[in-house]
């Protein structure tokens, strides 16, 4: 089976993927930067432990990382415990995307495996919308080309660094208040959190869409607060909680090699 590991600057989302393209199990873990391999091995062991599974079902990886600390860390783990090299995505792989950004080296893995996945499984042109530490959207053109797109801090952040920073605002709960003016403190910060995000997302989309022209795009969600927003707005046309992974498993489709690693530690 193909092992998908998507390594984000909050969470690690792992994904074990039949030999039919469909997943089998995914799992998360917290991103912790000074982790060694070893003790993410041990983790990782212990989800397939607890499915049933041995890490020796494991015939192939592919990988996209965003943490530069734990990128030589997973290809440790991989080549170590799993005896396999593993494909790391980045811009210089035949994606099948045309990356039009001035620097193509600037693009995140994450980004460009979502790319794929957009225009595999949803066609063009499309936007997609990733929740994560950060908010960021990426915009496919009708060519299927790579044009850009924007980032923002992730709602949690925003919100995180508004309770951080101003000494009489508490910690509220990330959800839509009973009415857009805020008649105590903790709805006007929900408002400005949750609605404001709610517009914020709503008025991208219409500047991207403007931008494209005049072929409709397909906005597709991804990420852990996906479904959460979708439910408070029109513009978002798919949700896809797996997108990263699916990209993945497209990319090692596409360029992957099986290569296994003789173990000499």
Not at 144 to 159: M, S
Not at 220 to 232: D, K, N, P, Q, S
Not at 240 to 245: D, E, G, K, Q, S
Request: glycine share 10%; charged share 20%; hydrophobic share 45%.
């Amino acid at each position: 089976m193909l092992l998908a590991i998507d390594i984000g600057n909050t969470n690690i989302h792992f994904g074990l993927v039949h030999p039919d393209g469909t997943l089998c199990c995914t799992w998360r873990a917290r991103t912790i930067r000074n982790k060694m391999a070893d003790e993410y091995a041990v983790l990782l062991r212990s989800f397939f432990v607890g499915q049933g599974l041995d890490l020796r079902a494991v015939d192939a990886v592919v990988m996209a990382s965003v943490v530069p600390e734990l990128t030589g860390t997973f290809v440790e783990l991989s080549e170590r415990y799993l005896k396999r090299k593993p494909l790391n995505v980045d811009h210089s792989l035949d994606t099948g995307i045309t990356i039009r950004l001035d620097n193509p080296r600037e693009l995140g893995p994450d980004r460009l495996v979502n790319a794929v996945a957009a225009v595999a499984l949803y066609g063009t042109p499309a936007i997609v919308i990733d929740f994560g530490t950060a908010t960021t959207y990426d915009i496919i053109d009708a060519h299927g080309d790579y044009l850009g797109g924007a980032i923002a801090p992730g709602i949690g952040l925003a919100h995180d660094a508004l309770v951080e920073r101003a000494a009489r605002l508490l910690a509220v709960d990330l959800v839509p208040p009973p009415s857009v003016i805020g008649s105590n403190t903790i709805q006007a910060m929900q408002s400005g959190l949750f609605l404001g995000y709610i517009a914020m997302i709503e008025g991208l989309i219409a500047r991207f869409k403007a931008e494209l022209g005049s072929d409709a795009p397909v906005v597709i969600a991804t990420g852990g607060l996906a479904a959460h927003f979708a439910e408070h707005t029109t513009v978002i046309d798919q949700i896809a909680p797996n997108l990263t992974l699916d990209g993945l498993r497209l990319l090692w489709e596409r360029l992957g090699v099986p290569q296994s690693v003789n173990n000499h530690h």
